[in-house]
């Protein structure tokens, strides 16, 4: 009774309209559906294909990896973060920061790419799709969401 009632609690706050339009929660939910989404729903069905058995070992070594990079993300929003915050941060702490943000973008950017290049293998596979089809596919779907990113700014991509 009691997970009933933390649940519809829960639910009742999500559902308010506030939160929903929130830029703060909107920049949390954003990279934790892509997360949750890439976890669960691509590496799981993956590992049970390519290990096994052994697929829910490999999820624990995956998770204490994802624990250990975190824990290095919480150190720096602990230790760095206040010093950005700072009236004179140091410039090699500034230059740091733009290249640790730039290799961020390029990270996510290669796993989008990678992503959709697994879902057209997947979408293609069933019908007879080959090496091209899925390489076209790939194009189309990441060509379109640079258009509507273009066009239509986060507020379009997190509509898509």
């Not at 649940?7 to 990279?31: C, E, K, Y």
């Not at 069905?45 to 999820?59: E, Q, R």
């Not at 057209?120 to 060509?143: C, H, K, P, Q, Y």
């Amino acid at each position: 009774m009691t997970v009933l009632v933390a649940v519809a609690a829960v639910g009742a706050a999500l559902a308010r309209r506030s939160l929903r339009l929130s830029i703060r929660w909107r920049a949390t939910v954003t990279p934790l559906a892509s997360i949750i989404g890439s976890g669960f729903l691509v590496v799981a069905p993956m590992l049970a294909s390519v290990v096994g058995s052994w697929a829910p070992l490999a999820m624990v070594g995956i998770v204490g990896l994802a624990y250990w990079v975190g824990s290095a993300m919480r150190l720096v929003i602990m230790e760095v973060e206040p010093l950005l915050a700072t009236n004179q941060p140091s410039r090699s702490l500034l230059d740091l920061n733009r290249f640790s943000g730039l290799l961020l973008g390029f990270a996510y950017v290669v796993s989008v790419a990678f992503y959709v290049r697994l879902m057209a293998s997947f979408v293609l596979r069933d019908i007879g799709g080959g090496e091209a089809a899925a390489n076209t596919m790939t194009t189309v779907v990441l060509v379109s969401i640079g258009t509507i990113g273009l066009l239509r700014g986060l507020h379009g991509l997190e509509s898509l």
